[in-house]
């Protein structure tokens, strides 16, 4: 079943359903609620690239997300630029300021990472909820232009659906290549041990910075799509629980894993927003279920639900060898005179 | 063959109060199998780090072919063709036997990011060959079952086994192996030195081995080195150096203390 999802064959499976079901007229409210989803399936799949493939625990994608939705609703509310550009230029501001902000982050651990990410977080909320005259602060910006290229304007949720699915479905595609490819597979090594990694010729800081400036560029994106298909963009839409909702995606869905990126999505976005009028409590609660959810999780699955190998970074590794030895599941690790001993016989 | 292909001249090093290296030298040559012997802690695997550029030294200097490298970053190291294996286990553990290897051929890989994305024929054959080089490491080091295995599915000779195979897909010129037979018992380190020696002829290596079953090294080694307490003490043919005084005095103790 892993092996099928993680399949080309699996791929393109996913994609005839999802292509299809704007046809079987689900209602303006489901499309939506996909729509929503696939915009942070692009955030999941950026935090997975940083916190999967690479390793790093970062906790400021919101920031990011929000950097590319200001940055893209700015350029066409004040230039009247071209959704297309709005979108690459989104994109790019947010994978340099991405870069820029992980250049001092990687001297330290990654425990530290979080708090240096989490406080970037903060700061661009502060930034966009009081720079009155660039953001309009906390009333937000309203009247995004809607998406427009070569001629097509996207006027009803089957529209966007459709925008939507073609950018996301080639933002997969072609981070499966990277993934797939040497750099993924530098990411890996780097993960799971930098100082073999060196040894073989990764040069980890470059790596680490562009994992950090993909990761960014597909916030970014995500952020620009956000902003021009609600059409509003507001500081309370970046909060630092949102970062933290985007790490449960990448962790829950499962790590270094593109079917995993996207149920993530699927599972801290649809549920609760599908949900929204019966059990509103659900988004409400959201940020501590998905914690609760990732704490039982840790003890079995570190990795996540669809990682088809242990792919979780060291600290994840560590945490889980940890609950597993405090509920009783694992007793302490052999020491190495043990281990000899264990090997000799 | 006795051309110094690498030399490391007055090699200082200190952690904290503790001067693990103290003024060494040592020159490898091309093509030999120099053994390091020396009892814990007389710096052995600080020269490796020091060499391998995970560690810069405090003073001395590392030279490559002439070339001035110290304190080049590992990285560097590695693409001017160095290679090196663990004393503990390094291994990329959410990784298959393949992938291990195959990480090892890293610097040969295609890399770019649109090369990558748009994968054309040409960069798909690339992919396959390399994939081809690691299966055949794999089979030279006697895992050739074992590619789709996860390291940590492995038995711990066979762990050794595959870091030795990844190291050798960086196609090195010289190969730092740090205790290939630590906790093995005699007929798996016979093996896996039988093994060592082999690939050595075969790609054409400099090998230079730490050991601590002195016995083993003088069976593969041309030539040792030993260290005690951060310093050179003898350098010889092997059966020069396991008679030397000192050598003995620092594994057994001297006569007075005993």
Redesign the interface.
């Given at each position: 079943m892993l092996d099928f999802l993680h399949s080309r064959r699996g791929a393109a499976v996913f994609l005839v359903i999802l292509a299809v079901i704007p046809l079987l007229d689900p209602g303006r409210y489901w499309l939506h609620v996909i729509n929503v989803t696939m915009i942070y399936a692009l955030v999941s799949l950026g935090q997975n690239i940083i916190t999967g493939w690479c390793g790093m625990l970062t906790l400021g994608q919101a920031a990011f997300f929000g950097l590319g939705a200001y940055t893209s609703a700015l350029l066409s509310l004040t230039f009247g630029l071209p959704f297309i550009v709005c979108f690459f230029a989104a994109g790019i501001m947010a994978s340099i300021v991405g870069a820029l902000l992980s250049l001092p982050c990687l001297r330290v651990r990654t425990d530290f990472l979080s708090l240096i990410t989490i406080a970037f977080n903060q700061l661009f909320f502060v930034v966009a909820n009081n720079w009155m005259s660039l953001t309009r602060g906390p009333m937000g910006l309203p009247q995004v232009p809607r998406i427009e290229f070569f001629g097509f304007a996207a006027w009803s949720a089957t529209d966007h659906y459709y925008v939507f699915l073609v950018i996301v479905a080639l933002a997969y595609f072609?981070v499966s290549?990277?993934t797939?490819?040497?750099?993924g597979?530098?990411w890996?090594?780097i993960?799971?041990?930098e100082?073999?990694?060196?040894?073989?010729?990764?040069?980890?800081v470059r790596y680490k910075v562009?994992a950090f400036a993909?990761g960014c560029f597909l916030a970014g994106c995500a952020g620009s799509l956000f902003a021009h298909y609600l059409r509003l963009v507001s500081p309370d839409m970046f909060l630092l629980e949102e970062s933290l909702i985007a790490m449960q995606m990448a962790i829950l869905g499962g790590l270094?894993s593109l079917p995993g990126a996207a149920l993530g999505a699927f599972l801290m976005i649809a549920i609760p927003e599908a949900l929204r009028s019966s059990e509103p409590w659900l988004i409400t609660l959201r940020p501590g279920i998905g914690g609760a959810l990732l704490v039982i999780l840790m003890i079995w699955r570190p990795?996540g639900l669809l990682s088809r190998?242990?792919?979780?970074p060291q600290s994840l590794r560590a945490l889980s060898a940890w609950l597993r030895r405090g509920i009783g599941l694992d007793r302490a690790p052999r020491s190495p005179a043990e281990?000899?001993r264990d090997?000799?016989r | 063959m006795n051309t110094p292909i690498l030399a490391c001249e007055n090699i200082e090093k200190s952690f904290g109060g503790v001067r693990a290296l103290r003024t060494v030298s040592v020159t490898f040559r091309e093509g030999e199998i120099l053994g390091i012997i020396g009892p814990n802690g007389s710096g052995k695997t600080t020269l490796f780090n020091i060499i391998?550029?995970?560690e810069a030294p405090d003073g001395g200097t590392v030279s490559l072919n002439g070339h001035d490298v110290t304190g080049k970053?590992?990285?560097k190291m590695?693409?001017l063709g160095l290679?090196?294996t663990?004393q503990n286990l390094?291994?990329?553990?959410?990784?298959?036997a393949l992938?291990n290897v195959?990480?090892?051929g890293?610097?040969r890989?295609?890399?770019g990011?649109l090369e990558?994305?748009?994968?054309l024929p040409s960069t798909a054959a690339r992919?396959r060959a390399a994939r081809e080089e690691a299966q055949t490491l794999l089979n030279a080091v006697g895992l050739g079952e074992h590619a789709r295995n996860?390291a940590?599915d492995l038995s711990?000779g066979q762990t050794k086994r595959l870091e030795l195979a990844?190291?050798l897909?960086?196609q090195p010129r010289i190969l730092l192996l740090d205790e290939p037979t630590a906790?093995?018992?005699d007929r798996q380190a016979r093996e896996i030195l039988e093994l060592v020696k082999d690939i050595k002829e075969r790609f054409a290596l400099t090998l230079v081995v730490i050991e601590h079953n002195v016995p083993a090294l003088v069976w593969l080694a041309e030539r040792m080195v030993a260290l005690d307490a951060g310093e050179v003490v003898c350098e010889g043919t092997p059966e020069e150096v396991v008679q030397d005084p000192h050598v003995i005095a620092a594994y057994l103790g001297t006569g007075a203390e005993a």
């Open positions: 072609a290549r990277i797939g490819g040497a750099t597979r530098a890996e090594m993960r799971d041990d100082v073999a990694a060196r040894a073989v010729g990764v040069d980890v562009l993909v270094a990795h190998r242990n792919t979780a281990r000899d090997n000799l | 391998s550029g995970h970053p590992p990285h590695a693409a290679a090196r663990f390094r291994l990329f553990e959410g990784m298959s992938e195959l990480g090892g890293h610097l890989a295609p890399r990011l990558q994305m748009l994968r992919d996860f940590t711990y990844r190291a897909n960086t906790g093995m018992n």
